[in-house]
């Protein structure tokens, strides 16, 4: 089995979304994006500008890597401090990755001061990824199970314990199913399958890769 330690869990974006917050009458207008490249996420962030040209700011904020390798922030005007990098600790604090997100500014006529612009951008990314499809990614082995009739219904009820999913069947003399566990689980559930089988199963691992953890 490969080493699978540098492999982590991370957070990021399925499906962007876009959330409106009013702060004394100012607008901010979150968009937030699913961006795996700087190039995505500049192209992006340049794109919400032409969108909302006419606003009084375009703030913006994204990460780039599974470990948050390449991070960037924009003020667009706004005082130093007040927008940009409250954006950014945003999605550092919860964990997101390979994402980016715009905040446009309409003025409303109150200044907010310093403490009322980083709470307003804060709380305008937070709304935007509450309007987005977030998800926790795994890395996994995807297992290729074979076996007689006489011993499926034990592998079923093994992989229903453990909440695994149960895929690609398929009955023919004998029958095929795939399951897709985390990385770190496949040597223990080729055990417990071989042991409730007598042996009698083939298991294969023909895959490993990131998957969404729909937990």
């Avoid at 200044?111 to 937070?126: E, H, I, N």
């Avoid at 770190?184 to 417990?192: G, S």
């Avoid at 399958?193 to 009698?200: D, I, K, N, Q, V």
Wanted: charged fraction near 25%.
């Amino acid at each position: 089995m490969e080493n699978t330690t540098n492999f982590q869990p991370y957070h990021c974006v399925l499906a962007g979304g876009t959330a409106e917050i009013t702060e004394k009458k100012s607008r901010f207008i979150a968009t937030v994006r699913r961006t795996e490249s700087e190039e995505e996420a500049v192209s992006f962030i340049e794109e919400m500008k032409k969108k909302y040209w006419d606003a009084s700011h375009n703030c913006s904020a994204f990460v780039i890597g599974r470990r948050g390798q390449l991070t960037r922030c924009s003020d667009d005007g706004e005082p130093s401090g007040t927008a940009g990098r409250p954006m950014l600790e945003v999605l550092l604090g919860e964990g997101i990755c390979d994402a980016a997100v715009v905040v446009t500014r309409y003025f409303g006529g109150t200044l907010l001061g310093t403490g009322g612009l980083v709470r307003a951008y804060g709380a305008a990314v937070k709304a935007g990824l509450e309007a987005s499809q977030t998800a926790t990614m795994r890395y996994g082995s995807r297992i290729r199970i074979g076996t007689d009739y006489s011993d499926i219904g034990r592998i079923q009820y093994l992989l229903g314990q453990k909440g695994y999913p149960q895929e690609n069947a398929e009955y023919t003399e004998r029958v095929a199913l795939e399951t897709v566990v985390p990385a770190p689980e496949e040597e223990r559930l080729i055990k417990e399958l071989t042991e409730a089988t007598g042996a009698r199963a083939e298991l294969e691992v023909v895959d490993r890769y990131y998957f969404v953890d729909k937990d």
